[in-house]
């Protein structure tokens, strides 16, 4: 099985800024969409951004703009660079590993977003 590990997350102040890493297991990274999701308190699990394995990107509309999704399949390695936090930003961050049917799940990391 894959398995994915995620950090990056911690506090920050509004408008400040992380960066998220999701290390995936073995030699298939390449072969995989990868995706970032969050979940906050009291909501559903959320898209937040997807890249397919030559870097095509797909954001939710709300973010676009502001965070930036990016892979290195030398390293087997996806980033998701977050600026201009705001507080509705605070969820658990997850990252996804897609392929046909099949989907692998990290054990998520903590972004919070206060003064």
């Known amino acids: 099985q894959v398995q994915l590990v995620e950090s990056g997350g911690g506090l920050v102040q509004p408008g400040g800024s992380l960066r998220l890493s999701c290390e995936a297991s073995?030699?298939?990274?390449?072969?995989?969409?990868m995706g970032w999701y969050r979940q906050a308190p009291g909501k559903q699990r959320e898209l937040v951004a997807t890249i397919a394995r030559g870097g095509s990107t797909n954001y939710a509309d709300s973010l676009k703009g502001r965070f930036t999704i990016s892979r290195d399949n030398a390293k087997n390695t996806m980033y998701l660079q977050m600026n201009s936090l705001k507080p509705e930003d605070t969820a658990v961050y997850y990252c996804?590993?897609?392929?046909?049917?099949?989907?692998?799940w990290g054990q998520g990391t903590q972004v919070t977003v206060a003064s």
């Open positions: 073995g030699s298939i990274f390449s072969i995989f969409t």
């Open positions: 996804n590993a897609h392929f046909q049917i099949t989907d692998y």
